[in-house]
């Protein structure tokens, strides 16, 4: 069973501090995708990430791929309250000829103002 | 602007009793698929159909059944629900089925079993 472990769990910052978020696994993703979470709601997609070694931008958010295609992070420049939530990273199974993803465990973020 | 509609949002069952999950998407998604979300465990896929008439298991298959009769739907069955069952259930669709298509979630189904 493929597994991700994402790291920290919890996390708790003042507003305009920055932050990373990992995501490892033992095991090799075709692409990796980064979701966050608000409550009541369903996941919402970030990022998706395909080469090994990709970094890309999202305003304040900087997500990399790791080389071997078996980790990610996520870092969170100045973070303010609005980004408050639960970010999931999920790996699609390399060689995997269907859409299904595997959920690592989340990290649960809370900014205060 | 719909998407993913889930129903209901909240339901309390007790053991033993059988419900069904409804899903519905209205972006003539090709695949389609149910989580699971426990606490400290994220998002386990439970089954999913790559198309009309075509289904399979996911990671946690066992007490669930499901059915893709329309493009449309795909509902999730609880056969006879257990407290191991608790959860908040989402369903999700993509466009394709191909690895690496953006996955669209709904709202989430909050399941009590007591």
């Known amino acids: 069973t493929q597994l991700l472990e994402q790291s920290p769990q919890f996390l708790s910052i003042q507003e305009g501090e920055n932050l990373t978020v990992y995501c490892n696994s033992s095991?090799?993703?075709?692409?990796l995708q980064w979701y966050r979470q608000e409550p009541g709601e369903g996941p919402v997609l970030l990022v998706t990430?395909?080469?090994?070694?990709e970094v890309k931008k999202l305003k304040r958010l900087t997500f990399q791929f790791g080389d071997a295609r078996k980790d990610s992070s996520l870092h969170i420049t100045a973070a303010q309250p609005g980004d408050t939530g639960l970010y999931l990273c999920?790996?699609?199974?390399?060689?995997?000829?269907?859409?299904?993803?595997?959920f690592g465990t989340g990290t649960l973020l809370a900014v205060q103002p | 602007n719909a998407g993913v509609t889930q129903t209901p949002k909240f339901q309390v069952l007790k053991t033993g009793q059988s419900m069904t999950l409804q899903c519905a998407q209205d972006?003539?998604?090709?695949?389609m698929s149910w989580y699971r979300q426990d606490p400290g465990m994220g998002l386990r896929l439970i089954h999913y159909?790559?198309?009309?008439?075509?289904?399979d298991q996911g990671e946690v298959p066992n007490g669930y059944n499901v059915s893709r009769s329309t493009t449309e739907d795909f509902p999730l069955r609880l056969l006879s629900a257990a407290p191991s069952q608790t959860s908040v259930y989402f369903c999700?669709?993509?466009?394709?089925?191909?690895?690496?298509?953006?996955?669209?979630f709904g709202e989430g189904s909050w399941l009590t079993v007591v």
């Open positions: 159909s790559v198309g009309a008439g075509i289904t």
């Open positions: 095991s090799v993703f075709s692409s």
């Open positions: 972006m003539n998604h090709e695949y």
């Open positions: 990430v395909v080469t090994g070694g």
């Open positions: 999700a669709s993509s466009y394709s089925y191909s690895s690496g298509n953006t996955i669209y």
């Open positions: 999920a790996g699609a199974a390399y060689g995997g000829a269907t859409n299904k993803l595997i």
